[in-house]
Antibody, heavy 118, light 108 residues
Framework: QVQLVESGGGVVQPGTSLRLSCAAS????????MLWVRQAPGQGLEWVSF????????SYPDSVRGRFTIARDNSKNSLYLQMNSLSVEDTAVYYC???????????WGQGTLVTFSS | SYVLTQPPSVSVDPGKTARISCGGN??????VHWYQQKPGQAPVRVIY???DRPSGIPERFSGSKSGNTATLTISRVEAGDEADYYC???????????FGGGTKLTVL
């Protein structure tokens, strides 16, 4: 069965960087475009990045473009999100998801939490 | 760019039908997807491509669209359907994804 397991979240300071990882199994990862979605505490879902199956194409919303970089290693069945210049507005649970039919998100991981120290 | 508007909350009695709307400029030409999210859990896709239901999702869940408004309909609502529901569309040209603000479904 499809499994997506995120890791790398934690408590960070504003202005610092963090890299999230997502380990995929149960499907042919190298053929699947992948995405990251985040959810701030008590808020709705926000898409934050997309990467094509071969890693050559990516896209971001304005809120993170230039600060976040999505990457993948198909040899390791792994997806990554490099987050730089973090701010308190980036506090959220970050989910990795597989691209599904019609641009939907057909499978989701359980998420990893990024928070800021006061 | 798409702005998807959902009602913040919908309430329904058990056994009745719940309808959650998702309105947006020009979504009439796009596929709309729907997700259910229960507290502390990851979202689950319940409808894709406006009206298709993934395997394992009860037939009580259905989707439709008229003009620029998509609707998720849940028939014979059960207590276990209480959750947040989100609509989503895909701009395939720019490779951008958009979510609605979410609707909290309360089963009375």
């Amino acid at each position: 069965q499809v499994q997506l397991v995120e890791s790398g979240g934690g408590v960070v300071q504003p202005g610092t960087s963090l890299r999230l990882s997502c380990a995929a199994s149960g499907f042919t990862f190298a053929l699947s475009p992948m995405l990251w979605v985040r959810q701030a505490p008590g808020q709705g879902l926000e898409w934050v990045s997309f990467i094509s199956s071969d890693g050559r194409t990516d896209s971001y919303p304005d809120s993170v473009r230039g600060r976040f970089t999505i990457a993948r290693d198909n040899s390791k069945n792994s997806l990554y999100l490099q987050m730089n210049s973090l701010s308190v507005e980036d506090t959220a649970v970050y989910y990795c998801a597989r691209d599904g039919e019609g641009g939907s998100f057909d499978y989701w991981g359980q998420g990893t939490l990024v928070t800021f120290s006061s | 760019s798409y702005v998807l508007t959902q009602p913040p909350s919908v309430s329904v009695d058990p056994g009745k039908t719940a309808r959650i709307s998702c309105g947006g400029n020009n979504i009439g030409r796009e596929s709309v997807h729907w997700y259910q999210q229960k507290p502390g859990q990851a979202p689950v896709r319940v409808i894709y491509s406006t009206s298709d239901r993934p395997s394992g999702i009860p037939e009580r869940f259905s989707g439709s669209k008229s003009g620029n408004t998509a609707t998720l309909t849940i028939s014979r609502v059960e207590a276990g359907d209480e959750a947040d529901y989100y609509c989503q569309v895909w701009d395939a040209v720019l490779e951008l994804r958009f979510f609605g603000g979410g609707t909290k479904l309360t089963v009375l």
